[in-house]
């Protein structure tokens, strides 16, 4: 299991990466990155954690359903930003906003996501205290996070019109 979640990560970045490229070519710009090399730090943290904690643990098959669950949200998620998905704040001027998919129900459905995963996964493996530290650290990075990339997208909804939801 925790392989599978290394290779989603590494292959998330992957694409992130991509995307950025392709959305910079494009006349993009990043947005307040200076968060960015913490909240890696912390993710990959996370994830060491659970290596060294919990490679041997017993599953705990509920939470392992839920964490499962939050995986189609997260593929719901990444399939309606497309090419817009990344890992950093990228904001495409005069670009409509998303306003379909989960983006109907939620304004940051992804942040939404990764708080579920950072608490569950550990407690798929026993390992309540690393679901709290890692649920309060990340909580830390997303109200920074979510305050530079609101002030980003109200700046791009002043100058395009939202896209019709999907």
């Known amino acids: ?41 912390v993710h990959a943290t996370w994830l060491i954690s659970l290596w060294v904690f919990g490679h041997d643990q017993p599953v705990n098959l509920t939470a392992l359903a839920l964490y499962l669950a939050l995986q189609g949200l997260r593929i719901w998620v990444m399939a309606t930003l497309g090419e817009r998905w990344t890992t950093r704040i990228i904001v ?42 890692f649920t309060l650290l990340n909580a830390g990075i997303l109200f920074v996070r979510i305050r530079a990339e609101d002030r980003a997208l109200d700046t791009a909804r002043t100058t395009a019109a939202p896209e019709t939801p999907a």
């Open 1 to 41: 299991m925790l392989a599978l979640v290394t290779a989603q990560r590494g292959a998330e970045l992957i694409l992130s990466r991509s995307h950025t490229r392709t959305l910079m070519a494009r006349g993009a710009i990043e947005v307040a990155p200076g968060h960015y090399p913490l909240m890696v730090a």
């Open 92 to 133: 495409l001027p005069n670009a409509p906003l998303v306003a379909g998919g989960p983006y109907r129900y939620l304004r940051h459905p992804n942040y939404a996501v990764v708080a579920g995963e950072i608490a569950l996964l550990p407690l798929t493996l026993g390992l309540p205290w690393i679901a709290a530290i």
